[in-house]
């Protein structure tokens, strides 16, 4: 199936777009606007434009912005066919579980290796992290 996934190559930058499409404050200390994108053209013009250096797969042909308010819980269900497409890849031979780099800052440069016996494990949790998570 092999679905090509969005990459981030700046993730400081890219969470600096998202906080300052969230407030209207710039967080990216530029000169420039970041309205919310209503197109994918415009979401790519301002990863551009703010440095995020993100590549975004020609299957997306549409962008949604969920606000989040404190007193609503939101629970993002990812595409059955991506965990389906995570799971084939986690289970061949010597495949190992992909963490951002950003990672490897936390962990004093060492590149954190998720263990095999954890990996179905760690990905179960990501997801579910992924699917609640609030600002940290």
């Known amino acids: 199936m092999a679905l090509e ?4 190559t700046n993730h400081e930058r890219w969470g600096n777009l998202v906080k300052t499409w969230s407030t209207g404050k710039n967080y990216l200390d530029d000169d420039n606007e970041y309205p919310i994108p209503t197109t994918v ?6 990863l ?3 440095q995020v250096f993100m590549t975004v797969p020609e299957r997306y042909t549409k962008v949604q912005f969920v ?16 965990i389906a497409d ?23 440069g060492i590149d954190p290796v998720i263990p095999e ?3 179905f494990k760690v990905h179960a ?3 579910g992290d992924y699917t609640i998570s609030f600002c940290a």
């Open 5 to 8: 996934r969005m990459q981030v």
């Open 41 to 46: 053209e415009e979401f790519k013009e301002q």
């Open 48 to 50: 551009a434009k703010a």
């Open 67 to 82: 606000e989040q308010h404190l007193d609503t819980i939101v629970v993002r269900l990812p595409p059955a066919v991506a």
């Open 86 to 108: 995570s799971e084939e890849k986690l289970s061949k031979p010597g495949a190992t579980y992909p963490l951002p780099p950003f990672y490897k800052r936390l962990f004093n």
């Open 117 to 119: 016996a954890d990996k």
């Open 125 to 127: 949790e990501r997801i």
